[in-house]
């Protein structure tokens, strides 16, 4: 049996020619892994400027090579600092994504900053310029399940073709996803997200809410209040949703689109 390969290229060493080369491969099409290896850069010998000198002899983040001998020096080998350390990348998008993931297998999953700094591999340290406290961090959370909530939405009401059949599907989409993601639902609506996300504009919530009232908007043209209808739609699927989630009734998806029907369906 052949076997397929993962990629086309394996570039080994991610310094600035090793990141040129898969920069221009990929650019032209191809799939590239580049490999390097060494820890994290997380660290204070790293970040430091004053203690740069440091990290020079130590195994943790150099190689320790010696140049060959020197005939005009005594044929004295000196050392070669070349670093073993790397940088992670966007790091609050990985500490988010490792988040959503642990409430995505477990409802019950720590959430602490120190937990989610081992699944990235970095040090608790580092995430303190993304996240200064763990409040911080759920509220983070809390605005991408709420993103990722209208994401879902806005595909159901384009698969469905607009107007009131995508009006309906947004409301069966957003009972699913509670369904599907208990955590990331119960988490996204219990938190009161701060003020510098919606000074910011980057409120998960009000992007959600927001494509709701454009969907009234578009679907009902004739009501003359959209936003009234948008809320009276929201608190529908809302309440059907802590409904299975509280385990008051089961979870029915024909059932949950006939009861979303006679609301996102009904208006006239």
Request: hydrophobic share 45%.
């Given at each position: 049996?052949?076997?397929?390969?993962?990629?086309?290229?394996?570039?080994?060493?991610?310094?600035?020619?090793?990141?040129?080369?898969?920069?221009?491969?990929?650019?032209?099409?191809?799939?590239?892994?580049?490999?390097?290896?060494?820890?994290?850069?997380?660290?204070?010998?790293?970040?430091?400027?004053?203690?740069?000198?440091?990290?020079?002899?130590?195994?943790?983040?150099?190689?320790?090579?010696?140049?060959?001998?020197?005939?005009?020096?005594?044929?004295?080998?000196?050392?070669?600092?070349?670093?073993?350390?790397?940088?992670?990348?966007?790091?609050?998008?990985?500490?988010?994504?490792?988040?959503?993931?642990?409430?995505?297998?477990?409802?019950?999953?720590?959430?602490?900053?120190?937990?989610?700094?081992?699944?990235?591999?970095?040090?608790?340290?580092?995430?303190?310029?993304?996240?200064?406290?763990?409040?911080?961090?759920?509220?983070?959370?809390?605005?991408e399940g709420l993103r990722r909530l209208g994401a879902?939405?806005?595909?159901?009401?384009l698969k469905a073709g607009g107007g009131k059949a995508?009006?309906?599907?947004?409301?069966?989409?957003?009972?699913?996803?509670?369904?599907?993601?208990?955590?990331?639902?119960?988490?996204?609506?219990?938190?009161?997200?701060?003020?510098?996300?919606?000074?910011?504009?980057?409120?998960?919530g009000e992007t959600a809410f927001n494509l709701l009232?454009?969907?009234?908007?578009?679907?009902?043209?004739?009501?003359?209040?959209?936003?009234?209808?948008?809320?009276?739609?929201?608190?529908?699927?809302?309440?059907?949703?802590?409904?299975?989630?509280?385990?008051?009734?089961?979870?029915?998806?024909?059932?949950?689109?006939?009861?979303?029907?006679?609301?996102?369906?009904?208006?006239?």
């Amino acid at each position: 049996m052949q076997e397929t390969p993962l990629a086309d290229y394996v570039i080994v060493g991610a310094g600035s020619a090793g990141c040129a080369i898969a920069y221009r491969l990929a650019e032209a099409g191809k799939s590239v892994v580049v490999v390097e290896f060494g820890g994290t850069d997380a660290g204070p010998f790293i970040q430091m400027p004053g203690a740069l000198s440091y990290p020079m002899n130590m195994k943790r983040y150099d190689w320790g090579y010696r140049s060959e001998p020197e005939p005009h020096l005594g044929n004295r080998q000196l050392a070669t600092p070349r670093g073993k350390g790397y940088h992670h990348g966007d790091l609050r998008a990985a500490v988010i994504a490792a988040g959503m993931k642990r409430l995505t297998d477990g409802g019950d999953a720590e959430l602490g900053l120190r937990a989610l700094a081992r699944d990235v591999g970095v040090s608790a340290t580092a995430l303190y310029r993304h996240f200064p406290d763990k409040e911080a961090l759920l509220d983070a959370l809390a605005d991408e399940g709420l993103r990722r909530l209208g994401a879902l939405q806005a595909q159901a009401w384009l698969k469905a073709g607009g107007g009131k059949a995508g009006f309906l599907a947004t409301g069966v989409a957003y009972v699913r996803f509670a369904h599907e993601d208990p955590a990331i639902f119960r988490l996204s609506f219990t938190r009161q997200m701060p003020e510098r996300y919606r000074e910011a504009g980057t409120d998960g919530g009000e992007t959600a809410f927001n494509l709701l009232r454009v969907g009234v908007s578009q679907a009902l043209p004739q009501l003359e209040a959209p936003d009234v209808a948008a809320l009276h739609a929201w608190s529908l699927v809302h309440g059907l949703a802590m409904l299975i989630l509280d385990r008051r009734i089961e979870w029915d998806e024909a059932r949950v689109e006939q009861v979303v029907a006679m609301t996102f369906g009904g208006f006239d």
